[in-house]
């Protein structure tokens, strides 16, 4: 079973003006690879808070795969890719760019998100739009590999093979 959490950096949805839509997303296409939420909360977009409580969920309670929610846009207070950034040990690229290479598909739009992804120590962190339907269209396509990815992460798998998906 994976171990998740889930993180969603909204000033409005901290301050219970906005219900948190995205975050309940998340929630339930997590459980479609039996993934076990662990930890959910919703901080204002404040760099300190996002990375405090990005390490907390990765130091403290070992999960496999944090999921972020908001604050990847060009709005002043978009700062989720740079709290990420700032406590993550590795980068791994090709996570957002699948995201929006499928996105560009739908809407050009899509080439305005600045989702990153990496890792600390064992855990895989994932930042993912801040609505419910940019983060359906990218957790289908991402969610098929998550499983293995933590499995290798966690050294229990070996290298990544092709596979048809």
Do not use: W
Not at 9 to 24: F, L, N, T
Not at 142 to 164: D, F, T, W
């Amino acid at each position: 079973m994976i171990k998740a959490g889930i993180l969603t950096a909204s000033d409005k949805g901290h301050a219970g003006e906005r219900v948190d839509e995205s975050g309940q997303v998340i929630a339930k296409l997590l459980r479609g690879i039996d993934a076990e939420i662990v930890d959910y909360l919703i901080v204002p977009d404040e760099r300190n808070l996002i990375a405090a409580n990005l390490k907390r969920m990765t130091d403290e309670l070992e999960l496999d795969l944090i999921l972020t929610t908001g604050g990847t846009g060009f709005s002043p207070r978009d700062i989720t890719p740079e709290a990420t950034l700032d406590i993550i040990d590795r980068q791994v690229p090709g996570i957002p760019e699948a995201m929006r290479a499928k996105s560009l598909q739908i809407t050009p739009r899509a080439m305005l998100s600045r989702s990153v992804a990496g890792i600390r120590k064992q855990t895989l962190i994932i930042n993912l739009p801040g609505s419910p339907k940019g983060v359906q269209e990218s957790l289908e396509v991402i969610l098929p590999v998550l499983p293995h990815a933590i499995q290798i992460l966690k050294g229990q798998a070996g290298e990544c093979a092709r596979i048809n998906i």
